[in-house]
């Protein structure tokens, strides 16, 4: 990810590139392809990041969307998986470093393009999100531009550049992580909080209040899957028609529906990771 959200944690720094050279896949024992083939196993790297990666404290079992995708993937290739725990500042020096097959929700950024690949396909789509208090009613972002309206970002993100240049009226309250600005919603002590949607959804389930909404004009952010450079395309262009194919017939909005329906939420009454629908 790099998102303005959360996607604050996905942000990392340009000093990280430097932890390793790009050296393509070829030159460390044959293609990403016949790597995984003759491994039998597909790596997937894993970061605590609902609801995409979520590990259970007590099993330290992992749940997820991504995680979803990625048994989806191993079982069309005919292998096994293998979850690699990672964080998202570590995930592109791991995809270098030959420790990682695939990156889910990493968003293809100018930056990371140097030194790892994405496939020309998109994994999903997000939005920018706000997450109202119960009895708020807003449908655009100028509804909620008003004197009397507290809104929460997490501060020094692009949510927060974004949303200091929208509102001219509303008040900011900036919070030093995601999970502060929903703390200060619970409390009541703000009136909306803004991450991307996906995030905020799970959010929601913990606070058991308020609504989320895609707000307009509605921006789609397309995220993607993180892969080593490779002068042998094959795997490249296989990840790209799957995670095309996976999106048109709806199994990533289903795989998406069914994480969200285990929080207990009702998917068919939220946005969905499928831009076309919101």
Do not use: C
Not at 204 to 223: H, N
Not at 233 to 254: H, M
Request: proline share 6%.
């Amino acid at each position: 990810m790099t998102h303005p959200i959360g996607r604050r944690a996905l942000l990392w720094s340009a000093a990280g590139l430097a932890v390793a050279s790009a050296v393509p896949a070829r030159a460390q024992g044959g293609s990403t392809m016949e790597q995984i083939k003759a491994r039998k196993v597909l790596r997937v790297g894993a970061t605590p990041a609902e609801p995409w990666f979520y590990k259970d404290p007590v099993s330290e079992k992992w749940s997820g969307v991504a995680v979803s995708l990625g048994e989806q993937m191993a079982k069309d290739l005919g292998v096994g998986m293998q979850l690699v725990e990672t964080t998202w500042a570590n995930a592109p020096a791991a995809i270098q470093a030959n420790q990682l097959d695939v990156q889910f929700i990493l968003d293809p950024t100018d930056v990371r393009k140097q030194v790892i690949d994405f496939p020309e396909a998109p994994l999903l789509y997000y939005a920018l999100g706000a997450l109202l208090r119960p009895g708020l009613t807003a449908k655009a972002w100028s509804d909620m531009d008003k004197p009397d309206i507290k809104v929460g970002v997490t501060i020094g993100t692009n949510i927060d550049q974004m949303l200091t240049a929208m509102f001219k009226q509303a008040k900011i309250e900036r919070f030093a992580n995601n999970d502060e600005a929903v703390a200060a919603f619970a409390a009541r002590r703000v009136d909306v909080v803004s991450q991307f949607h996906p995030a905020l959804l799970v959010q929601q389930t913990r606070v058991k209040m308020g609504t989320v909404i895609i707000p307009t004009p509605a921006t789609a952010v397309a995220t993607s899957v993180g892969l080593r450079k490779d002068s042998d395309p094959t795997f490249r262009n296989w990840v790209s028609d799957r995670i095309a194919d996976y999106y048109k017939t709806g199994k990533t909005q289903a795989l998406f529906a069914a994480y969200m329906k285990g929080k207990g939420l009702d998917p068919d009454k939220m946005p969905g990771v499928m831009k076309e629908k919101w």
